[in-house]
């Protein structure tokens, strides 16, 4: 997955939802779905494979990071997280 893209939408998110810093609300997760998909569809991966992919992500980033503001203050531990990777 393009990390820049992944990067740079959760970047967005801590300044667009100030407000879901600390919680893995609904807007918090969209985000980090979008961003996800979007990097894996760049990276060629079917819309299927990648919704499939990034949904087992989110919830292994949700067990590891508790917050949202824990994912945010720690996204480059958690890109290259055995549990993330290990999502196909």
Request: aromatic share 6%; with cysteine.
């Amino acid at each position: 997955m393009k990390r820049s893209l992944f990067l740079t939408t959760m970047a967005s998110a801590m300044i667009f939802l100030p407000s879901c810093k600390n919680t893995w609300d609904g807007e918090a997760r969209d985000l980090f779905l979008q961003g996800c998909i979007e990097g894996a569809k760049e990276d060629q991966m079917a819309e299927a494979a990648a919704k499939s992919m990034c949904d087992c992500r989110l919830e292994k980033a949700m067990e590891l990071y508790p917050s949202f503001s824990d994912a945010m203050e720690n996204v480059d531990k958690m890109m290259e997280s055995p549990e993330l990777k290990a999502c196909k």
